[in-house]
């Protein structure tokens, strides 16, 4: 009787973790899709909208930060990134929009998470 209960407890966990992991690939593969339809130029004007309607641009750093979107989007279009490169690609992203900003509106940025994770992940 003790190992049928463990049996069937053992089946119900197994069978919550992969209903679990199913709903998070779909969720990753409805994402992806949204940001799939977007070519890397529009995307990367999506991203210059965003980040421009939350700190004021100089003009001698608008062409840096469309090539360095655009970049990003060509980059993550390849599918077969490991979690290495993509986590290089982030901390590239990240530094370099950093340095195109400065560290006021770079603090700016980060504190809105969504605009962040849009720009950097």
Same mark, same amino acid.
């Given at each position: 009787?003790?190992?049928?209960?463990?049996?069937?407890?053992?089946?119900?966990?197994?069978?919550?973790?992969?209903?679990?992991?199913?709903?998070?690939?779909?969720?990753?593969?409805?994402?992806?899709?949204?940001?799939?339809?977007?070519?890397?130029?529009? $995307? /990367?004007?999506?991203?210059?909208?965003?980040?421009?309607?939350?700190?004021? *641009?100089? =003009? +001698?750093?608008? %062409?840096?930060?469309?090539?360095?979107?655009?970049?990003?989007?060509?980059?993550?279009?390849?599918?077969?990134?490991?979690?290495?490169?993509? $986590? /290089?690609?982030?901390?590239?992203?990240?530094?370099?929009?950093?340095?195109? *900003?400065? =560290? +006021?509106?770079? %603090?700016?940025?980060?504190?809105?998470?969504?605009?962040?994770?849009?720009?950097?992940?």
């Amino acid at each position: 009787m003790k190992n049928i209960f463990v049996a069937l407890a053992f089946f119900a966990v197994i069978g919550v973790n992969a209903q679990t992991k199913e709903k998070n690939a779909k969720a990753a593969l409805q994402t992806e899709t949204v940001t799939q339809n977007l070519s890397p130029d529009a $995307a /990367a004007e999506r991203d210059m909208k965003a980040l421009g309607a939350v700190i004021t *641009i100089d =003009e +001698s750093v608008k %062409a840096d930060l469309n090539k360095l979107f655009v970049t990003k989007y060509r980059a993550l279009e390849d599918t077969s990134l490991s979690n290495e490169r993509l $986590a /290089a690609l982030n901390a590239y992203v990240e530094s370099s929009l950093l340095n195109f *900003i400065g =560290e +006021s509106n770079f %603090a700016k940025v980060k504190s809105n998470s969504k605009l962040f994770k849009q720009l950097v992940k």
